[in-house]
């Protein structure tokens, strides 16, 4: 049975989707199935793993019209970790599911009771087939946010540590409360500093004052080598044992117990 991983936060360029792609490359090497679920119209995770569409059928498949073969494709690449990659990509017409939504509302009522739920209903029918599942999440919190976070057993919050991100937070954070309290009791999250850069005085200081409100886990560094990984599609797990990325995202799940 696949575990449900969603990466998010409301505040965009925090390192989402690279937390997503170095996450889902490293359990995929392990030899886990993983798939990837692209919910963000930006189609940045779609691109990195090879699995660009042209239309996405996400909308379509989250209503019932299609089924998960027709959305699924797999992740390509020269390496051997890909076979044991799958990706539903996205594109820019992620932006049709508010209006399919409205349109199919009351059949949408009939499946899964109220449009919430609708990802959740969709990963049931297919979590026996993977390790685990990784869905990367659009900058707002809008329906495909709060449908990945009925979906999920655990969120990842990337965070930079800067006041209009910690701002941010909160509106997350009241979202993930209800979403707990209603739909999904056994939901935990795990705010993770991003892009830090430790000699700034004022950011360890912002550091350190969520660490007072939140659970916050070890930080992943502000470094040139994480955006060479993206550029040359080379996983941090692929990089030397010196590498800073590699030492800060294996130390980050590891002490989350996700590897
Ligand atoms: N640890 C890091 N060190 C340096 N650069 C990073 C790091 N993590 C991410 N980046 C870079 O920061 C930029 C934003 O990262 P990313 O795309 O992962 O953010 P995001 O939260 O997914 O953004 P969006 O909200 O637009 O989807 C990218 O150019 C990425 O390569
Ligand atoms: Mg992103």
Partial sequence: MAKVITIANNKGGVGKTMQAYQLSTYLANEGNKVLVIDLDSQANISSTLGASVRRTLIPEWLIGDIDFEDVVVPAEGEHDFYKNMSVIPSSRHLANLAKLLILSESEVRKNAGRKERLLKLRLEAIKEEFDYIVIDTPPMLGDEL??????????????????????????????????????NPGLDFNIIPSMVNMRRKIEKQRMEELAQSFNVSAPVRNLVDMQES??????????????????????????????
């Avoid at 294996?250 to 989350?256: A, C, F, I, V, Y």
């Fill in 146 to 183: 709060i449908m990945a976070l009925v979906a999920s057993n655990k969120i990842l919050i990337p965070t930079q540590a800067q006041d209009y991100s910690i701002d941010g937070l909160e509106e997350l954070m009241d979202t993930f409360e209800i979403i707990k309290e209603s739909e």
């Fill in 230 to 259: 993206i550029s040359l599609k080379k996983p941090v797990f692929m990089m030397g044992k010196n590498s800073k990325g590699k030492m800060d995202y294996e130390n980050l799940w590891k002490s989350l117990g996700l590897v």
